[in-house]
């Protein structure tokens, strides 16, 4: 739009509502007539003020009015209402008017710096941050949803008021509970009623091998031959582990790995003695089948074996 600037909204909307320049002044400063102006600023449905009265001459005409003077008395009303006057406030208790303002500054805005007051903008209203409580602007239609200065309070005001016990919309307590494996007591979040069995993983794994082993696993078919206990399945990862996950008569890596039971787990009365580690030992399923037919011998722990 740098070839035709009278076609930007906001450009328009702070020259003219903001700046309160007339459309004769829009257009000598954006290069183009005041029936332009007037055009566009309809397009972009920016309501127009009351028109500008008629050109005064003599002394009726603002200019007369000496600047100094014009500029006491804004600081003179100002003082009177302890606030930065508007345009309405200043025509109705000045000893001017906002005309010979304008006729000398140009804008409102401009004899507001001149005087060093606050500019006023309008359409825009003066909040109180609630995190920090410094004041800052917003527009008027955003006034209903704007709460703070900057997205740091946001932050701080969530962390304040939105977490743990703070959290006045969705907190709530934490739960007590009991460990259905070890007995003990346990705290869980609240969202967690009525999912929440264990104090802890080990303690789920310890139930689950006790409950889905044997009989009690879903795809048990009514024959134990191949039960070796609720501990089996945590010693043999602690085999395989233990033995870098190689078969220790051929060294392979590739293919399934078994593990085996060195002295046969039906000799033992005890099903942790017959399961631990030093009975045990990695084999691929080549090699575990040759032991089980008696082709190879395993003579120790340590996987020493002999043709």
């Known amino acids: 739009m740098s070839g035709s600037p009278w076609r930007d909204k906001d450009r328009l909307y702070e020259l003219y509502v903001e700046d309160e320049l007339t459309t004769a002044e829009i257009g000598?400063?954006?290069?183009?007539?005041?029936?332009?102006?007037?055009?566009?600023?309809?397009?972009?449905d920016i309501s127009a003020r009351n028109p500008d009265p008629p050109r005064m001459v003599g002394d009726e005409n603002p200019r007369s009015v000496p600047k100094e003077d014009l500029l006491a008395d804004y600081k003179r009303v100002a003082e009177e209402l302890d606030k930065t006057p508007t345009q309405a406030e200043y025509d109705e208790h000045g000893e001017y008017s906002s005309q010979a303002i304008r006729s000398h500054y140009g804008t409102m805005g401009a004899i507001q710096d001149a005087a060093s007051l606050e500019r006023l903008r309008k359409g825009r209203v003066t909040l109180e941050c609630e995190a920090c409580g410094d004041d800052f602007s917003v527009k008027h239609a955003e006034k209903e949803k704007s709460r703070f200065c900057s997205?740091?309070?946001?932050?701080?005001?969530?962390?304040?008021?939105?977490?743990?016990?703070?959290?006045?919309y969705d907190y709530k307590e934490d739960i007590e509970s009991t460990c259905e494996w070890c007995?003990?007591?346990?705290?869980?979040?609240?969202?967690?009623?009525?999912?929440?069995?264990?104090?802890?993983?080990?303690?789920?794994?310890?139930?689950?091998?006790?409950?889905?082993?044997?009989?009690?696993?879903?795809?048990?078919?009514?024959n134990d031959e191949f039960y070796r206990g609720p501990n089996w399945h945590r010693q043999r990862a602690k085999a395989r582990e233990r033995d870098n996950q190689t078969c220790q008569h051929c060294g392979s890596t590739e293919s399934a790995l078994d593990?085996?039971?060195?002295?046969?787990?039906?000799?033992?009365?005890?099903?942790?003695?017959?399961?631990?580690?030093?009975?045990?030992?990695?084999?691929?399923?080549?090699?575990?089948?040759?032991?089980?037919?008696?082709?190879?011998?395993?003579?120790?722990?340590?996987?020493?074996?002999t043709e």
């Not at 993983?201 to 048990?220: A, D, F, K, V």
């Not at 009365?269 to 631990?276: I, K, S, W």
Request: net charge negative; charged share 30%.
């Open 183 to 222: 007995g003990d007591s346990y705290t869980a979040r609240a969202y967690k009623e009525g999912k929440t069995r264990f104090c802890s993983q080990e303690c789920m794994i310890e139930w689950r091998s006790r409950e889905y082993s044997g009989e009690n696993h879903p795809r048990y078919k009514g």
């Open 28 to 44: 000598e400063k954006l290069g183009c007539t005041d029936v332009t102006i007037s055009d566009w600023l309809d397009r972009h």
């Open 151 to 168: 997205r740091d309070c946001l932050g701080q005001w969530m962390s304040e008021n939105m977490t743990g016990e703070n959290n006045r």
């Open 259 to 305: 593990v085996h039971h060195i002295i046969p787990f039906d000799e033992f009365d005890d099903y942790e003695r017959a399961n631990r580690l030093e009975n045990l030992i990695t084999l691929c399923d080549s090699c575990h089948s040759n032991v089980e037919w008696g082709n190879i011998a395993v003579q120790s722990r340590l996987g020493i074996f």
